[in-house]
């Protein structure tokens, strides 16, 4: 499985970005995905991510994201959106998509993630 993640820039304090991840080389159901981000000099930080199960649509956004991050996937697409609003200064980071084959729910934990995607850097002005 291959991803891509695309959408970042440089987007003022209170704005908004979509970020877009495109799954290829394999079905979108064998595996969950999920958004993680990494600041200069920080850990990986779990984002969110979408349930793999064609009618379960179960997604987890990180507690301290909720109400400003949405997750969103588009199965013909084969697309995860991750989308952004009210972004702040303290949102800039390197965006990551990533695969995780495991069973159970989706994980917000980058450990436990199969496969990762290049990703996309967010930077939010102050």
């Known amino acids: 499985v291959q991803l891509q993640a695309s959408g970042g820039g440089l987007v003022q304090h209170g704005g908004s970005l979509r970020l877009s991840c495109v799954v290829s080389?394999?079905?979108?159901?064998?595996?969950?995905i999920g958004w993680f981000r990494q600041a200069p000099g920080k850990d990986i930080e779990g984002v969110a991510c979408?349930?793999?199960?064609?009618?379960?649509?179960?997604?987890r956004v990180a507690d301290s994201l909720q109400g400003r991050f949405t997750i969103s996937r588009d199965r013909v697409k084969k697309t995860v959106y991750l989308q952004m609003d009210n972004l702040g200064p303290e949102d800039t980071a390197m965006y990551s998509c990533?695969?995780?084959?495991?069973?159970?729910?989706?994980?917000?934990?980058?450990?436990?993630?199969?496969?990762w995607g290049k990703g996309t850097q967010v930077t939010v002005s102050s």
């Open positions: 080389g394999s079905a979108l159901t064998n595996y969950d």
């Open positions: 979408i349930s793999r199960r064609e009618r379960d649509d179960s997604a």
């Open positions: 990533a695969a995780d084959r495991r069973a159970g729910p989706c994980t917000l934990r980058g450990a436990d993630v199969d496969y």
